[in-house]
């Protein structure tokens, strides 16, 4: 049972707008940033979003990350057949000093 | 370039130990706290253990809380990974990963793991 609560999949179809929710508590999302990372199939993760809407170099504007309260989004705009690949959240947890992770979306692209 | 390159995988019986490597190199690694992350068969991410980029600190997750010890040898860019008294739940990809407290960031709860390793397969079996 992950401490972040992601669906366990997604999906569109391609030049569609696709969002994947991340709910926690106050503990963890409710007083820190979220970062969001992207694995791609028999790939180790690649963050996508860092500081809940951060964009490192080299990823495309058509992904974006938001935080309101205790939740936070990723969102995939004009959605392509290789943004197929699991998409995980993560956020410090204040009450045990550790990272937690979501279980993870999958994202298909029908 | 920056590159994580893990190793010390393999099959190991339950209650034995096992230790894995990171090897680390394309960046100053005494400079950067660094991170185990594993991820078990057909599973999610679970965060594993954090030291700090001096070796001053370290924090773990509850599920392996006192069997394993995180710990680096600056000298060597090594991070390692001591799994003792290991369970079949301990069965796992574990990466390597490396944080980042940026300009704007001024503690770890703001972090983010901007490099990973490929990732070493632990099976642990009978």
């Known amino acids: 049972q992950s401490v972040l609560t992601q669906p366990p999949s997604a999906s569109g179809t391609p030049g569609q707008r696709v969002t994947i929710s991340c709910s926690g508590s106050?503990?963890?999302?409710?007083?820190?940033?979220v970062n969001w990372y992207q694995q791609l199939p028999g790939t180790a993760p690649k963050v996508l979003i860092y500081r809940n809407n951060q964009r490192p170099s080299g990823v495309p504007d058509r992904f974006s990350g938001s935080k309101s309260g205790t939740s936070a989004s990723l969102a995939i705009s004009g959605l392509q057949s290789e943004d197929e690949a699991d998409y995980h959240c993560?956020?410090?947890?204040?009450?045990?000093?550790?990272?937690?992770f979501g279980g993870g979306t999958k994202v298909t692209v029908l | 370039q920056v590159q994580l390159v893990e190793s010390g995988g393999g099959v190991v019986q339950p209650g034995r130990s096992l230790r894995l490597s990171c090897a680390a190199s394309g960046f100053t690694f005494s400079s950067f706290g660094m991170h185990w992350v594993r991820q078990a068969p057909g599973k999610g991410l679970e965060w594993v253990a954090v030291?700090?980029?001096?070796?001053?600190?370290?924090y773990y997750a509850d599920s392996v809380k006192g069997r394993f010890i995180i710990s680096r040898d600056n000298s060597k860019n090594t991070l390692y990974l001591q799994m003792n008294s290991l369970r079949g739940e301990d069965t796992a990809v574990y990466f390597c990963a490396r944080d980042i407290w940026d300009k704007y960031c001024s503690d770890i709860s703001c972090a983010h793991f901007d490099y990973w390793g490929q990732g070493n397969l632990v099976t642990v079996s009978s």
């Open positions: 030291i700090w980029y001096d070796g001053s600190k370290q």
């Open positions: 993560a956020a410090w947890e204040d009450s045990l000093n550790a990272w937690v």
């Open positions: 106050n503990s963890n999302i409710g007083s820190n940033t």
